[in-house]
């Protein structure tokens, strides 16, 4: 541990006089009266004998029980700088108030750096995006009761979405500890209790050699596929107290599992029903987490010119794919995706409930996941049972080496020329469909409100020269060409409204160091939730373009109640009550201003669109966050 002397005369000679000042104005007899005079400050009492004897005596007892050079929370932020986070994002505690100061005095502020936010659930959201980015754990810091349930929605967003994130938990346990009013409603038992059905994992240490060691082993379980988060309570008492109290302490090693790969035999079953398919559909989903994990889905789908679906698979490659795809597919293999029931059928949702099957009649289905290796009951995110052929429990990603392999084995050169056969017709398949939706985002294109398919167009214009990266928020579109593995983030999770500010700032702290340009369309009513966000970007300097879809309106569920009013032929013409964000209409480029934030807008010429988001992109590219309010047509 970091030497801490150099804060200990701070300290001590602070409280020392304290304490001497105290004595010497109690030694001091007052002065004489004298007649006021305004032209001469009031006169200032020299120290006493008595005085001075006080500044060389020990401390008093009551004033020692305030210092403490080593507190535990001191090796707490050694364990964070071991297991090398970058940031810790935190709305500010009393119950880990000791962590906070060792962060920023005894760690220097730096790996981890603190984050100041707006909101709990912000911090969670912020960690969730820079996980999806980095594929590693940031960490945040939650007030025991109170602030946990507000962080629970984006720890529940983390749970749904397959990433890690580390929750440290504040928390006074012992009831002799703690002081009397709030910080009582402010204390569990058992305060991981209420997100203990969406995490993987959660511990209370009562030394901090059993912190040291739970945090350790806490990483290991996030980072282990399918990741997620944990939460690591920091007792108080535990972080104040003194390290001394605990004896020797060692800092564990940390050595992360490997993604857990399919068994050769059903490696060879898969690779013989792939090669032999005369119609395979890949299923991308959220298998892919690195640059050679994109570089292998690609050479296994171009060496069976078989057309992939969805996932992070390059967006203009000729074997990309729409949904449509498994229509005539006799073979479909599904990488980690999260709804493979709901890809396969469509579900009507009628008064009368019905279902139509996607496939034809005699299609294998596959499924390649670590989903089926660890499952929760409560909340039912796993979605409906999927009857498979098939079902290999392992990572896709660590697969597709040994996978690409056995299917490189059993293709012949007869396979080898029906493969290109089939890949021809993808190709052809996969042009037209980009034609289609070139002649699609032209109709409308100087209406106003401005349609969606020209904010995007107008944003692609502006961005496709630069490194750039979608943070999320509403999709980039099909005219957007997208051939890295960084460039979007995966859309799994809850889908929680509020979400999507937060995770865009998070993951754009995590393109920053790279010299990224972070791009994001963002709802109307996501913003409103936790617009504090926003701030957090200006305050840390963390360059990114919000581009607002502003509707004006909470529009899906405009759609839901126009379903329910003809449902009850009852006519739509009351839909937007309850749903419409107008009157007064909201100045989302006035908020970013009175943020710190570069504003422009509500724009509602189209023709204006093009030059406000060519200026917010220069503000970016100089390191600052910037907002362009555009004015949109519902979806």
Known sequence: MADSKSNQFDRRDFLKGAAAGAA???????????????????????????ARVAETQPVPLDIQALVEDHPGSDFMVDVLKHLGFEYVAANPGSSFRSLHESIVNYGGNKAPELLTCCHEESS???????AKV??????????????LQHASIGVYEAFGAGVPVFIILGNTIDAADRRPGVEWSHSAQDAASMVRDYTKWDDLPISLT???ESAVRGYKIAMTPPMGPVVLVADSHLQEAGVEEHGPLRMPRLTLARPPAADSGAVAELAKLLVAAENPVLLGGQAIRTPEGMRLLIELAETLQAPVSGG?????????????????????????????WGTVNTYLDQHVRRVQSNTRPGVKLVSLTSGDLYLKSNYQNFQRYTEVDMAIAADPEATLPSLLEAVKRLVTPDR???????????AAASAQALEQARTAATFGWNESPISVPRLTAELWNAIKDHDWANVGGVGGGPLWNIDKHYQTIDGGGVSAEGGDLPTAVGAALAHRKHGRLAVSIQKDGDFMYAPGALWTAAHHRIPFLSVMHNNRCYHQEVMH???????????????????????PNIDFAAMARAMGVHGEGPITNPNDLGPAIRRAVDVVLKGEPALVDVVSQPR
């Open 24 to 50: 010497a104005l109690a030694a001091t007899p007052e002065p004489a009266a004298a007649a006021p005079t305004q032209a001469q400050p009031p006169a200032v009492a020299l120290p006493s004998a008595q």
């Open 124 to 130: 969670a959201f912020m960690a969730c995006g820079y």
């Open 134 to 147: 980095e594929g590693k754990p940031m960490a945040i810091m939650a007030h025991s009761t109170v602030g």
């Open 210 to 212: 059993h912190f040291a």
């Open 312 to 340: 992070k698979f390059p967006s203009r490659h000729p074997l990309r794919q729409g949904g449509g795809a498994i229509r005539n597919a006799d073979l479909v293999v599904g990488l980690d995706v999260p709804d493979f």
């Open 416 to 426: 080898q020329r029906a493969f290109a056969e089939r890949g021809k017709r993808i």
């Open 561 to 583: 109640i126009q379903r329910m009013a003809n449902r009850h032929q009852r006519g739509i013409t009351n839909a937007g009550i309850g749903n419409r964000l107008d009157d």
